[in-house]
């Protein structure tokens, strides 16, 4: 039997949260659904995994929430849970970017649909494609000629950005990340950096791929659950993270002598001893 993932944020002012975590916790538990759902002041974040009609019962208690009514789900499937346990964690942002002033509740940068941004790319439309993501993710796959950014963590965002040669200021610029939700804050950023022209791909690289495939991409793209990876059709792809230092591998890394599981890979060997 096939297991239903789906994927979810809204940014929303949310009330309550320790009462909003019990009664989620005590659903996602009868349900028998596995995963992460983060709430915070400023909205949801969320991946789970189960049998669709329980993945589908939840889903419509989210929208019952006030703020989440419009709450929309990516989906993909998998022949394995994805995840161990469920967690239903309170923080105060629903992905972690420390600068005052971002609110994405408020205010987001235009949204680009995924068929928009193919047609551009088809075209040669000058632009510039910003990957969004940690170097970890990136090394995966990305759009082609895109322009990445040296960081581990997204807190790490402004200063990379500040960093960009000062002409890709007078240039459109597209943010891209793996669901949409880092570009939130992003593309406001960019904003803020005195970027003329800043757009955000809706739904991030997984919408993208449920609606156009693999066009202008190359390799896979990194999520973060124990499918590790997934290739354009969704599926996932082999890659595995290195249990020691939390690398992704590709397949053909996983095939080096140097890659133990559970011990090393070609990234942390020489580390060893």
Request: charged fraction near 25%; charge should be negative; include cysteine.
């Amino acid at each position: 039997m096939s297991v239903l993932n789906a994927a979810a944020y809204k940014f929303a002012e949310l009330q309550d949260l320790p009462g909003l975590r019990a009664r989620l916790k005590a659903e996602c538990a009868s349900l028998g659904l596995k995963g992460s759902i983060l709430l915070t002041p400023e909205g949801i974040n969320l991946f789970i995994a189960g049998e669709p009609s329980a993945v589908e019962q939840l889903l419509v208690t989210l929208r019952s929430i006030p703020g989440l009514e419009h709450l929309e789900e990516k989906r993909s499937e998998s022949a394995e849970q994805p995840f161990n346990r469920m967690l239903v964690k309170i923080k105060q942002e629903i992905i972690a970017f420390g600068v005052e002033g971002i609110n994405p509740a408020r205010h987001t940068s235009p949204r680009l649909p995924a068929k928009e941004l193919k047609r551009w790319l088809d075209e040669g439309r000058p632009v510039t494609l910003l990957d969004t993501r940690n170097t970890y993710e990136v090394k995966l796959g990305t759009f082609a000629g895109a322009t990445t950014l040296p960081i581990r963590h997204f807190r790490k965002f402004p200063e990379a950005v500040d960093a960009l040669p000062k002409e890709l200021k007078q240039t459109p610029v597209v943010s891209f990340c793996t669901g949409g939700i880092r570009c939130e804050k992003a593309a406001p950023y960019l904003e803020r950096a005195g970027f003329r022209e800043v757009y955000q791909l809706e739904g991030g690289i997984l919408k993208y791929f449920e609606e156009c495939g693999g066009a202008h991409w190359e390799g896979e793209c990194f999520v973060f659950d124990k499918r590790v990876g997934v290739d354009p059709a969704l599926q996932e792809t082999g890659s595995q993270l290195c249990f020691a230092c939390q690398e992704p591998l590709t397949a053909e890394e996983v095939k080096d002598p140097r890659y133990q599981y559970e011990v090393s890979c070609p990234y942390c060997f020489d580390q060893k001893g």
